[in-house]
């Protein structure tokens, strides 16, 4: 059975909800991600200068009590350092930073796209729809197997529905992207509210 205009335009506007939603999932993990690789980078370039410059100059020899603590103190930057470079090797922290990337450009060609047919401004519609619909599955596909959290579903979902400005399935359009601190009336899907 061939579905109508109008059927077709209100999934659109389900998935415009549901591609903000991974958009904004994968926006958050790649600003996180981001801060930690610049974290350990910076790490790994500032403890072997810092040691080679204490051992290399003059002046510091004046102070030997205060070079001795400087050592200590780079040697326990050092060893947060390694620690931080075998977590990130272990975790995949570059791997997920450049999917989380291309999830957030995917999500939102297709959150424009969703949003285009939606509206109705897309060119042979019936076509568009099923093209979209296709790209959709194996966006989510591929992001599936990313270990999304439920308080992760529940921001990206906030995220979907204010943009669109949909009530939730609690009733009521999210007006925050955070999720309440005292939450009034709770909900499952969007956090509460």
């Given at each position: ?133 296709d790209r959709q599955k194996l966006i ?15 921001s990206g979902m906030r995220a979907g ?33």
């Amino acid at each position: 059975m061939a579905m109508t205009e109008q059927q077709i335009q209100g999934e659109a506007w389900d998935n415009v909800v549901h591609s903000e939603g991974t958009r904004t999932i994968f926006e958050d993990r790649g600003r996180v991600l981001k801060a930690r690789v610049k974290i350990r980078d910076f790490l790994s370039v500032f403890v072997p200068i810092v040691v080679a410059f204490i051992y290399s100059t003059d002046w510091i020899a004046k102070y030997p009590d205060y070079k001795n603590l400087a050592l200590v103190l780079l040697s326990i930057v050092g060893v947060f350092q390694v620690l931080m470079s075998a977590w990130s090797l272990v975790s995949k922290w570059d791997e997920d930073l450049a999917y989380s990337s291309r999830a957030v450009r995917d999500n939102y060609e297709q959150r424009e796209g969703w949003k285009e047919l939606a509206k109705g401004q897309a060119p042979d519609f019936a076509h568009t729809f099923t093209l979209m619909k296709d790209r959709q599955k194996l966006i989510d596909s591929h992001d599936s197997e990313r270990d999304i959290s439920a308080s992760d579903r529940q921001s990206g979902m906030r995220a979907g529905l204010i943009l669109c400005q949909r009530p939730c399935v609690c009733g009521i359009v999210p007006q925050s992207a955070k999720k309440p601190l005292w939450v009034r009336k709770p909900c499952t899907v969007c956090g509460g509210n």
